[in-house]
């Protein structure tokens, strides 16, 4: 017994460092899962011909944020315009 009170056992401290690595490894697990999903609805807006401004208004975030968060998912103004020139260029019927 201490002055503050009983004093907890190594094991005891052990236990819920274990306890709360499982929990840290849970919700790393579960923040990456939504920043993907959150992701793929930005990359979903961009493909179907949302500007940087409108995703970014949509979304509250930055002009900025929004065309980096596109730029490192392989998003960019100069490759959608390339796609849709090629998908035309084929004959895919792909609007102007």
């Known amino acids: 017994m201490t002055a503050r009170g009983p004093q907890r056992t190594i094991a005891d401290i052990d236990r819920d460092i274990a306890s709360t690595e499982a929990a840290l490894r849970r919700l ?4 990456r899962a939504s920043v993907a999903a959150y992701n793929a609805e ?24 929004t065309q980096g968060i596109l730029y490192r998912l392989g998003r960019t103004l100069g490759g959608r315009t390339a796609m849709k ?3 035309r260029e084929i004959g895919a019927g792909v609007p102007a």
Do not use: P, Q
């Open 85 to 87: 020139d090629r998908l």
């Open 42 to 65: 930005i990359v979903a807006d961009f493909d179907a011909g949302m500007s940087f401004a409108e995703i970014a208004e949509k979304r509250g975030l930055t002009y900025a944020s």
């Open 28 to 31: 790393h697990s579960e923040r």
